[in-house]
């Protein structure tokens, strides 16, 4: 016995690859909807060996469907998950909208799995920032064992995150450099993202933070643990898929780099590639379409009494995005509704 799933937003980067994964896992599925907005309507995508054609999110009834993979805007969110959630649909939602409701858990199921039997407050569960999933999953082992006290991270984001238009700027736009009589001046991102690198993804807080930067500290503190310190510097890069993370790790006691490497080894999620030779590590690229966080680069901080660097890279389409949702609905299913 299976389940009866809904996937809001299926035309989109995000929505497409929950599908795709949907069907890669083998989930066990009953019967699956597919939603979009009007304008979309009737738009068909793939699901495993079937092509499904999108329904109308706003008439669209929940009732009597188990769960609700979320991936659209806050905005849509807002008006639709609720109802959905009210209806008896467990709503598991990719966008920023509840991940700082301390009523909703927040999970990435390698980490903080347990936090699965907090959803019927509201019956939604959210998914985190792309950026902070494929981290904690690398912070939460060493954590186990040596209890972190402060990360520094710097992130290299692809241009995917910021979905499809975003993608579409940087393939324009390297095309217009080649082309010089075509001219594609900046507008998904601040400046021109073609063989440049920029220091800006969301808007500016007061203290001079970005809100991706801000999102970062918040839910690492909610996945793993109040008490770690953690100061973030995103930067947009131009990668299509894959987002890369430097990360400087303090502990309250030293953890040699080697045993690190053997904990990262036998950690849920985490695959380690690291030789100090060069082409030793992995790249974005090299992550694209993969399931793990990948772990390299690891080696003591000497500026510091008890510190670690690690380079972390992950397909932030899956575990930033897709995957993380589909996980937790798997979780979902094994620990509370236990139909699958």
Known sequence: MGYRIVVVGATGNVGREMLNILAERQFPVDEIAVLASRKSLGTEVSFGDKTLKTQDLDTFDFTGWDMALFAVGSAATKDYAPKAAAAGCTVIDNSSLYRYDPDIPLIVPEVNPEAIHDYAKKNIIANPNCSTAQMVVALKPLHDRATIKRVVVSTYQSVSGAGKEGADELWDQTKSIYNPTTDVPP?????????NVIPQIDVFMEDGTTKEEWKMVVETKKIVDPAIKVTATCVRVPVFVGHSEAVNIEFEEFLDEDEARD??????????????EAGGYVTPIECVGDFATFISRIRQDSTIENGLNLWCVSDNLRKGAALNAVQIAELLGREVLKKG
């Open 263 to 276: 904990i990262l080894r036998e950690a849920p999620g985490v695959m380690v590639i690291d030789k100090r």
């Open 187 to 195: 507008n998904k991102f601040q400046k021109q993202i073609a063989f």
